[in-house]
């Protein structure tokens, strides 16, 4: 990480911030997404995800499942990159995955789901 600080999390960025229609795609994405926040990669899963990212629909777990398991199993950095944004998430508000979709809401409003 830079020296740079990381950009704030406010209440005007409320809205979807990872659509649905991206599927798959959308769990190495929030990790893009709060690497732009100050989340710091480890190194030992730099590779997993680039193979992940960059495996289209041909991605095979039975070949791969290291670099699955790296996203969604034990490493669990699609949660790490998650509950990060949730930390610099403004008070008040709250990150909901919802049918593939991130969001960022009001507490008011992710009790609805």
């Known amino acids: 990480m830079s020296d740079v600080m990381a ?10 911030w990872l659509d649905g229609h991206m599927g798959w795609h959308n769990a190495y994405r929030v990790v893009l ?5 100050g989340f710091v990669v480890p190194e030992e899963y730099r590779d997993a995800m680039d193979a992940y990212r960059e495996s289209g629909s041909s991605f095979s777990f039975a070949e791969k499942e290291e670099h699955w398991d790296a996203i ?14 949730q930390d610099h998430a403004p008070e008040g508000f709250s990150f ?3 049918m593939g979709e991130l969001i960022l809401m009001s507490y008011a409003d992710a009790d609805m789901f």
């Open 72 to 85: 969604h199993g034990q490493g669990e950095l699609s949660d790490k990159a998650t509950e990060y944004l």
């Open 7 to 16: 950009p704030e999390i406010t209440p005007d960025m409320a809205g979807t």
């Open 96 to 98: 909901v995955w919802d």
């Open 33 to 37: 997404r709060a690497e732009e926040y």
